[in-house]
């Protein structure tokens, strides 16, 4: 695979529409669902192009917990088929991203060693609603049956289980009214919006002729489609015999635009506090806590969870349905909510409402149900066909986990494979991904990686490391872009540099310094998307776009793009 094969360059993604405007499948929605199902159509041989309306991964999959996770809590409602499945998915992506993952130990306190035994089992049979922890020594029986049920390709520790005084030690400040705590592993994502990413170069790179664009808009015309780009402000006809829908939780919306009538799913929002608190942050290290948020009433019971980034911690999160999704936002409310629940876990934590530096906010697509349980309703996918009214097939994308991205496309692609009468060629489930492809497992071998690096392009020793830490084994391409000392210059201290803003406009098509800080780089997540470095952001990218040659060391062709600037 060359570099360019894998660039996502919107010039040259317009001219090869221009070129050939016929697809096999067209993939409405950039989340991971769809940067997913792109990577594995395109696997299969087949032409396709996704269109997003707004930024890749800019959805619900930029704004989650950011857990790969196996799903222990559908233990509670017995759904032990989906466990086993979500655990298998998230063992898949560790082994295909280890750039992009880490353990993260997930600890469960409870006020009892037994209690809530009974009422566990009658959840679980789907004879008791609400949703709360049960006795630790309950629930390190549900997470011994969680690691047996993620064997298969299992690359993360063994739970385990804290006894009140380990507890104390361990968490600082913690509530004293949890007498012990199980605890199982995870994996952390880094960056779940750059995975989106890597997903669609990745499908780019099959070298099958699939495109993508962001901030772009499908309309269903007389014979086909009509593509807006709204960064180059071209229109252009294209076709396809299949169309699948990966509008998140706008499904419904997406199959009435190609004629079709559907309730496929329930948009439930979902609020995450970044909240500066140092002292909890320091208590949590490296762990996440989950936790009963309000218990006041059983039927409304909801779990939290807190982990820390630096000197702030990641809390969340909520579920609220949404008639609109495109019009929910975060409420006061919400923030009360969670701020209270923190301080039942830390009940002298030194934080309030006035720590609160930034928030998460997205609309989690849950399969369509009548109950109105919806920390209880299922997590599973489905994928629906329709025939859409000009006769096209249209494939509908319901639920689903980040983690099971892969689950989903493959579902997504044998109904699109089924419709087109072609056969499977290939799996995706054992790729590696992106930059997580020959990745150095171990410590000695990334030091070496990045001392090849450090030679190779005449960086320092320390961003060496960040960008082998930060892009795995893509960061050749990345340094490429650190030519001169004006492209070393770094923003927001040392997290990002101006050479690096490039690479993303050039090659990842980020267009706005929202695109960059939230979903190019951790800045927002870390707290360092500041006003000033958004700035420093704007002014490399307008700085390209007028010198677009003094971009890249390895390649004399002009990587403009015509980005437009918009503010966070
Ligand atoms: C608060 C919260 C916490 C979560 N935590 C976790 C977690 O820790 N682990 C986990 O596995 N999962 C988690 N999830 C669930 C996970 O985020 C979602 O299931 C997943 O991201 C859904 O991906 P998607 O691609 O289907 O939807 P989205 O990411 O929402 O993507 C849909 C895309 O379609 C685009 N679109 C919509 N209409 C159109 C149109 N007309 N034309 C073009 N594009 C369109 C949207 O702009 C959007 O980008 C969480 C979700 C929330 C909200």
């Given at each position: 695979m060359t570099s360019d094969s894998a660039r996502l360059d919107r010039r040259r993604f317009l001219a090869e529409i221009d070129a050939d405007p016929d697809f096999d499948i067209l993939i409405v929605g950039g989340g991971v669902a769809g940067a997913a199902t792109?990577?594995?159509?395109?696997?299969?041989?087949?032409?396709?192009?996704?269109?997003?309306?707004?930024?890749?991964?800019?959805?619900?999959?930029?704004?989650?917990?950011?857990?790969?996770?196996?799903?222990?809590?559908?233990?509670?409602?017995?759904?032990?088929?989906?466990?086993?499945?979500?655990?298998?998915?998230?063992?898949?992506?560790?082994?295909?991203?280890?750039?992009?993952?880490?353990p993260l130990r997930v600890v469960l306190p409870s006020e009892t060693w037994l209690g809530g035994a009974a009422i566990a089992l009658l959840r679980a049979l789907g004879l008791a609603a609400g949703h709360s922890l049960p006795g630790a020594l309950v629930l390190r029986a549900a997470v011994a049956l969680y690691d047996a049920l993620g064997r298969s390709g299992r690359?993360?520790?063994?739970?385990?289980?804290?006894?009140?005084?380990?507890?104390?030690?361990?968490?600082?400040?913690?509530?004293?009214?949890?007498?012990?705590?199980?605890?199982?592993?995870?994996?952390?994502?880094?960056?779940?919006?750059?995975?989106?990413?890597?997903?669609?170069?990745?499908?780019?790179?099959?070298?099958?002729?699939?495109?993508?664009?962001?901030?772009?808009?499908?309309?269903p015309t007389a014979g086909g489609f009509v593509v807006s780009d709204g960064v180059s402000g071209a229109a252009v006809r294209v076709d396809a015999g299949v169309v699948v829908n990966a509008a998140g939780a706008n499904v419904d919306r997406?199959?009435?635009?190609?004629?079709?009538?559907?309730?496929?799913?329930?948009?439930?929002?979902?609020?995450?506090?970044?909240?500066?608190?140092?002292?909890?942050?320091?208590?949590?290290?490296?762990?996440?806590?989950?936790?009963?948020?309000?218990?006041?009433?059983?039927?409304?019971?909801?779990?939290?969870?807190?982990?820390?980034?630096?000197?702030?911690?990641?809390?969340?999160?909520?579920?609220?349905?949404?008639?609109?999704?495109d019009a929910s936002r975060p409420t006061a409310a919400e923030d009360a909510y969670l701020l209270a629940a923190l301080r039942r876990l830390f009940p002298a934590g030194a934080f309030g409402a006035e720590d609160i530096v930034g928030r998460l906010h997205g609309v989690r697509p849950l399969v369509a149900a009548d109950d109105g349980d919806l920390t209880g309703r299922s997590r599973d996918h489905a994928v629906h066909v329709h025939a859409a009214t000009d006769g096209r097939m249209l494939i509908s994308i319901a639920g689903g986990k980040w983690t099971t991205f892969h689950a989903i496309a493959a579902d997504a692609a044998d109904a699109a494979l089924t419709a087109l009468g072609r056969a499977r060629r290939a799996s995706t489930g054992r790729r590696p991904i992106g930059g997580g492809r020959d990745f150095p497992r171990d410590a000695a071998g990334r030091q070496r990686a990045a001392d090849d690096l450090a030679r190779r392009f005449g960086v320092d020793d320390a961003l060496a490391e960040r960008l082998i830490a930060t892009y795995g084994s893509r960061a050749g391409r990345v340094a490429a872009y650190l030519v001169g000392p004006e492209a070393r210059t770094s923003i927001a201290g040392d997290a990002v540099t101006v050479g690096e803003v490039r690479f993303f406009a050039c090659e990842e098509m980020a267009t706005t310094a929202a695109d960059v800080a939230q979903r190019r780089t951790r800045l927002f997540i870390e707290g360092a998307a500041t006003r000033e470095a958004l700035d420093a952001i704007d002014r490399a990218l307008a700085e390209l776009r007028r010198a677009p040659q003094t971009a890249r060391s390895e390649s004399a062709e002009a990587p403009l793009e015509d980005v437009e600037h918009a503010a966070v």
């Open positions: 792109l990577r594995e159509l395109s696997a299969q041989g087949l032409r396709c192009l996704l269109v997003e309306r707004a930024d890749f991964a800019s959805g619900a999959s930029g704004a989650l917990t950011r857990v790969a996770q196996g799903g222990f809590r559908y233990l509670e409602t017995g759904e032990i088929r989906l466990v086993r499945r979500s655990a298998t998915e998230r063992n898949l992506f560790v082994a295909a991203a280890p750039h992009q993952t880490r690359v993360l520790p063994l739970g385990g289980l804290f006894t009140r005084a380990e507890l104390g030690r361990r968490y600082p400040g913690i509530s004293p009214r949890f007498r012990a705590a199980a605890y199982e592993y995870e994996a952390l994502i880094a960056s779940p919006e750059r995975v989106a990413i890597e997903l669609i170069e990745d499908a780019v790179a099959e070298g099958v002729g699939s495109i993508a664009l962001n901030y772009a808009e499908i309309r997406v199959a009435k635009l190609f004629g079709v009538e559907t309730r496929l799913v329930d948009g439930v929002a979902g609020t995450h506090l970044l909240l500066r608190a140092p002292d909890v942050a320091a208590a949590l290290g490296d762990d996440l806590l989950f936790f009963e948020g309000d218990n006041s009433d059983p039927r409304q019971r909801r779990l939290c969870c807190v982990y820390a980034i630096g000197a702030a911690v990641l809390l969340g999160a909520t579920e609220i349905p949404v008639a609109v999704p």
